[in-house]
């Protein structure tokens, strides 16, 4: 398993921009399938989007489609979200997680490892 660390959350007004990263550890990055999960209070952990190991395929929630970008950079362990136009239905906890496959995957339950997430709040 390898070890992630997010960053990057924080308070954002609608119509903003934030981007979150998740530093990886532990193995070989490029390995491992990456994704982005969202809890908001009192709701089921969703998917946000996800990213194969070099990064030529990647999947996007309807919800987030055309207004958030998945990124990684194999040589630095890192993986990025960009987020643009939020808005506030985007509040929530975000998770990054892997799993060990040369493609995207997008089942929460697949994953190996997760993050301990970073919290998003976007204000009307």
């Known amino acids: 398993q390898v070890q992630l660390v997010e960053s990057g959350g924080g308070l954002m007004q609608a119509g903003g921009s934030l981007r979150l990263s998740c530093a990886v550890s532990?193995?070989?990055?490029?390995?491992?399938?990456m994704a982005w999960f969202r809890q908001a209070p009192g709701k089921e952990r969703e998917f946000v989007a996800a990213?194969?190991?070099?990064?030529?395929?990647?999947y996007y929630a309807d919800s987030v489609k055309g207004r958030f970008t998945i990124s990684r950079d194999n040589a630095k362990n890192t993986m990025a979200l960009q987020m643009s136009s939020l808005k506030p239905e985007d509040t929530a906890v975000y998770y990054c997680?892997?799993?060990?496959?040369?493609?995207?995957?997008?089942?929460?339950?697949?994953?190996?490892?997760w993050g301990q997430g970073t919290q998003v709040t976007v204000s009307s």
């Open positions: 532990g193995h070989t990055f490029s390995s491992y399938a």
């Open positions: 997680a892997a799993r060990r496959s040369l493609f995207v995957v997008t089942n929460s339950r697949l994953m190996d490892s």
């Open positions: 990213i194969n190991w070099d990064g030529g395929s990647t």
